[in-house]
């Protein structure tokens, strides 16, 4: 029995998330079982290759001369609708085989006729194919159905077609079996069906994997390749006997075949998939091993190197996606509806992962718990990873955007749902912090000029394979925030495709079922306002007359001449004096909110976007940015962690801007001392002290830098100082601690605090004495920069012995070389260097550039300052540095 959804609160939450805009963007099984009971059409001819094959027939010839026609077409025409393939893929690869490769295979495809017509378009690209044939209509019962012959096979290379021009037309209403041969490269580009090349066990070997998404399933197999243009699939894969080969679906036979040569071959042949698109179908050849669990009738495997998997490092991968499977479904109230599910781990991959329905591939990083890495974080990751891809299974795979321009309908759906589900198996994980700093502060940080697209692209503005990639961003990934827990939609539209329209009236139907919440316009008129509009707002508020007024953001406001009308229909969550206040509605470009009119008091204060449920920035008038600073210097945690984030990190980017003056954002930076959020630091340091700061930086104003900034960080750097060095795993439950904690102690150490250069001494003699003492990962290039800098030659020869040790990474190589670098430098150079070559997290979030002109004026308003100007050079615990001439 399906749940009844609290209205109000689904509707809210759906209505406060969606408009932060998506990163980053039915079929019965009784009907499913009919096209699996369908007569089978008859296999094609063999290949030129294949056992008793003669001469190869000629292939396509290409149609650069053609005239234009229907093939001139960037979307199919729909007079032919795919139901069925059957498919076989036939690599031609053996262990120790040296190159080139190739594949070879036939398909099979029934398709409905939805108009007469005597022209045969599906997709082809970089393929060979030959023995083209068209059979039907079908019967209803048993038999293959009458020969039409095939005028012409060409290629339309533009839009990567292949062409059969027929004698006589296909009927409207009838069923057809269209039959192709076909062969391609196996090349090692990491796209379509490729090869890739590993080591395992200290043993050289190879594998076969596939990666379709959007476009690369018409390189693999002739195919009706748009997401819209489902079908279900027999597949077949015949390999080398060493070999395992997975599919989308469960192997149910194997059998043995020789070739032309006498050599013997595996054939597995894999039961009917549901329907699905063609991106989704994927292809593994391996000789990996698994470790596997069963979760409500759902069989999972985890595929690895067989090393990895003896070792143990897919077992978390194991343990969490069972249970992630189980929360999913009773999230949605859908089954999962597939009886197995391998997730591969492969050595190299062209994407962080990919969802295909059943067999899910990833980036090896990206699934293995692999204790080298020594980042404990690690398992955080992986779980927002495997909940990505399983939240992809419904939205994506069972439910799937009609055309790549609502992207946004897979991705941005699966991006917050992997927060979701890394949250339920992992609860200490800070969802709130994790999503803003993931997700939304990246999308903040790029979406600002006038270039950035919007979250829903007009159809014809995507044109070929290399514009469908480009959708696969920041954008698409990033600005869904929050859904509703009503998910009639998956089940409206299972087994089918949908456009963001479709999404927009399943919830007008919530909205029009209740009267609690009220609308100032229809919910397509709102979304629409922000998937169909590029950019984001900044909302400018003057709380002695309740304004606020709206414009598009832009990074630099001063160059941008040109006026933009865009509008947005904004949701405004606010706090007032702590307390929570009603949802209010920005629906015009400049508006009177009487009830956000404050008195003098200076303990009367309002915070606009509570806990970050809108997707803009906020420019409060001075002297409220004021008021707001003496309230932290107060009481900071009157503010929510991630306001106090926001707060400063719209003030920072708003002065980069030029919409406000540097002054108001500095005043926010008062109360640091008093900041115990690693979370806030992060961005506080970001901002005042950006990765390439070293060469922006006017010397003369260091001394006031480091006066002001390390008088607030001693409190936090002395309390993460402590703990480090009792047990850094004391900090494996911390997630953002872990991964921020480089920054506080580069900085501290850049800023010249003896008692970080001392951290640093300590740890890198540790690890000299013995080298099992290995340095924390996440800290591990600032400690050995500034340990072999403050060294002596004995740190640096240890750093070279490091560097060509054999269990040495590309990354721990860097690291070295960097440190070996700093040796030998005047005093403040390897400083320089050290926090020039700190690492840029790969979490999606890069420290800001700023600009000379932003540093410049920031440094100076320190040095104009009266605060702290009678703070002694080392009073916060610091040597002196001297400044470079």
């Not at 012959?149 to 057809?176: F, K």
């Not at 709380?543 to 709206?550: D, E, F, R, V, Y």
Request: charged share 20%; hydrophobic share 40%; net charge negative.
């Amino acid at each position: 029995m399906e749940k009844s959804p609290n209205l109000p609160a689904a509707l809210l939450a759906l209505l406060l998330a969606l408009v932060v805009l998506a990163a980053l963007y039915g079929r019965s099984l009784r009907e499913v079982e009919a096209l699996r009971a369908a007569a089978a059409p008859p296999s094609p001819p063999a290949g030129p290759e294949e056992e008793g094959a003669g001469c190869c027939p000629p292939s396509p010839s290409p149609g650069s001369t053609r005239p234009p026609g229907v093939w001139d077409n960037p979307r199919l025409p729909r007079a032919l609708l795919p139901l069925h393939y059957e498919l076989r893929l036939w690599p031609r690869v053996s262990p120790g085989q040296p190159g080139p490769f190739v594949f070879s295979g036939q398909v099979n495809i029934t398709v409905r006729c939805a108009q007469d017509t005597a022209t045969v378009l599906l997709h082809s690209s970089e393929l060979e194919l030959w023995g083209a044939a068209v059979r039907g209509p079908l019967p209803e019962g048993p038999g293959g159905g009458s020969s039409i012959e095939v005028a012409e096979l060409w290629l339309a290379e533009r839009q990567e077609y292949a062409v059969l021009e027929l004698r006589r037309s296909l009927r409207a209403g009838e069923r057809y079996v269209l039959q192709l041969s076909f062969r391609g490269p196996l090349s090692e580009d990491l796209d379509g069906l490729f090869l890739t090349r590993y080591t395992d066990q200290g043993q050289s070997s190879m594998l076969i994997a596939s990666l379709l998404e959007p476009t690369y399933a018409r390189t693999v197999y002739p195919c009706f390749d748009e997401p819209a243009m489902k079908a279900t699939f027999n597949i077949i894969i015949v390999h080398h006997p060493s070999y395992v080969a997975l599919s989308n679906m469960p192997a149910i036979d194997k059998s043995e075949m020789k070739d032309e040569n006498g050599s013997l071959w595996t054939v597995t042949t894999f039961n009917t998939t549901l329907k699905m698109s063609t991106y989704i179908t994927a292809f593994v050849v391996c000789d990996f091993d698994y470790v596997t669990r069963t979760e409500r009738g759902n069989e999972i495997r985890i595929w690895g190197r067989k090393e990895a998997i003896k070792n143990g490092y897919a077992d978390y991968a194991l343990n969490i996606t069972g249970p992630l499977f189980s929360f999913l479904e009773d999230l949605f109230n859908i089954s999962y509806p597939l009886s197995k599910t391998d997730l591969i781990a492969l050595p190299d991959f062209g994407a962080g992962a990919m969802e295909n329905w059943g067999l899910m591939t990833f980036q090896e990083s990206s699934l293995l718990n692999i204790p080298s890495n020594q980042f404990g974080g690690k398992k955080a990751m992986i779980s927002l990873i495997v909940s990505h891809e399983l939240g992809h299974q419904w939205f994506g795979n069972l439910v799937t955007m009609n055309w790549w321009n609502d992207l946004w309908l897979n991705e941005g759906f699966a991006s917050y749902f992997e927060y979701i589900g890394a949250s339920y198996m992992e609860p200490r994980l800070p969802l709130n912090k994790i999503f803003y700093y993931h997700i939304l502060q990246p999308v903040l940080r790029e979406d600002k000029e006038i270039a950035a697209r919007s979250l829903s692209v007009r159809e014809e503005k995507i044109k070929g394979t290399f514009s469908l990639i480009g959708l696969f961003d920041i954008f698409t990934y990033s600005k869904v925030k929050k859904t509703i827990k009503y998910f009639s939609y998956l089940k409206a539209f299972s087994f089918s495709s949908v456009n963001q329209d479709d999404l927009w009236t399943h919830i007008q139907m919530v909205v029009d079922a209740q009267n609690e919440v009220q609308l100032p316009t229809s919910v397509k008129n709102i979304m629409d306002s922000w998937t169909c509009q590029n950019g984001f707002p900044v909302l400018t508020i003057n709380l002695s007359t309740g304004i606020i007024s709206q414009e598009q953001f832009y990074n630099k406001r001063a160059e941008n001449n040109t006026t933009y009308n865009n509008t947005w229909i904004v949701p405004i969550s606010w706090i007032r004096n702590g307390s929570a206040q009603p949802l209010v509605w920005l629906d015009k470009s400049s508006k009177m909110f009487p009830e956000m009119q404050i008195s003098d008091s200076e303990h009367d204060w309002i915070l606009l976007n509570m806990n970050m449920t809108g997707y803009y920035r906020v420019n409060y008038d001075p002297l409220h940015l004021k008021r707001l600073a003496q309230l932290l210097e107060k009481d900071p945690k009157a503010i929510p962690v991630v306001n106090r984030l926001h707060l400063i990190d719209d003030a920072f980017t708003l002065a980069q801007a030029g919409y406000i003056e540097i002054e108001s954002a500095f005043e926010l930076t008062k109360y640091l001392a008093k900041e115990d959020e690693m979370f806030v630091w992060y961005t506080v340091l970001s901002n005042l002290i950006p990765d390439n700061l070293e060469n922006i930086l006017n010397y003369e104003l260091y001394p006031f830098l480091k006066k002001y900034l390390l008088k607030r960080m001693l409190p936090i750097y002395h309390y993460y100082a402590s703990i480090i060095r009792q047990s850094f795993d004391a900090l494996s439950d911390y997630y953002f601690d872990q991964i921020y904690l480089e920054k506080l102690i580069n900085t501290a150490c850049w800023l010249g605090l003896q008692d970080c250069l001392n951290l640093s001494s300590e740890f890198y003699t540790k690890w000299m004495e013995n080298p099992d003492n290995e340095i924390p990962f996440t800290i591990k290039r600032t400690v050995c920069c500034y340990g072999v800098a403050m060294g002596s030659d004995k740190e640096w020869d240890f750093a070279w012995k490091m560097y060509n040790h054999n269990n040495s990474t590309e990354t721990d190589k860097n690291i070295m070389l960097f440190a070996m670098s700093s040796r030998g430098q005047p005093l403040p150079l390897p400083r320089q260097l050290c926090f020039r070559l700190s690492p840029r997290w790969s979490t999606g979030v890069d420290s800001r550039a700023i600009g000379d002109q932003f540093i410049a004026s920031t440094l100076d308003t320190i040095n104009r300052s009266p605060i702290d100007r009678s703070l002694p050079a080392d009073s916060a615990g610091s040597v002196d540095v001297p400044l470079l001439g």
